[in-house]
């Protein structure tokens, strides 16, 4: 069992674009791959509303601490909604996933519950 665990507050879903291919015509679809995934969002570094006259949008560059199972790969969608895991009912917030990087259990046969995924995440957001 993770000890981080009761670390991950937010849950995530998963979308992925795949090639999804009818008779003669392959098609690129985007399918949820996971739902309801417990993940945590730390290192905040948001960026002011980005005014235009078409359309306002919000950047934001974060991470994302999940459990080393979870089917994060670079490219997926994730929407992620801020203390689901608690009961609170958020606003989910899109993000694009960089690519994930597992850190495993550093002491090797004695577990100590720490190992998790850390993957970067981009919002790109109009609003």
């Not at 995934?37 to 991470?63: F, H, T």
């Not at 993000?95 to 998790?116: K, M, R, W």
Request: a negative charge; proline letters at 4%.
């Amino acid at each position: 069992m993770y000890q981080l665990s009761s670390w991950f507050t937010d849950l995530m879903d998963i979308y992925r674009v795949e090639a999804v291919t009818t008779g003669a015509l392959t098609r690129q679809e985007r399918v949820l791959v996971a739902s309801a995934v417990p993940c945590r969002i730390y290192s905040p570094q948001k960026n002011n509303l980005n005014l235009r006259q078409a359309a306002s949008a919000v950047y934001g560059d974060e991470k994302l601490a999940c459990a080393v199972d979870a089917d994060v790969e670079a490219g997926d969608e994730l929407i992620v909604t801020r203390g689901a895991a608690l009961g609170r009912q958020t606003k989910p917030v899109r993000y694009i996933a960089s690519q994930p990087v597992l850190y495993f259990d550093p002491v090797g046969a004695a577990a100590t519950g720490l190992e998790h995924m850390e993957v970067g995440i981009h919002a790109d957001n109009v609003v």
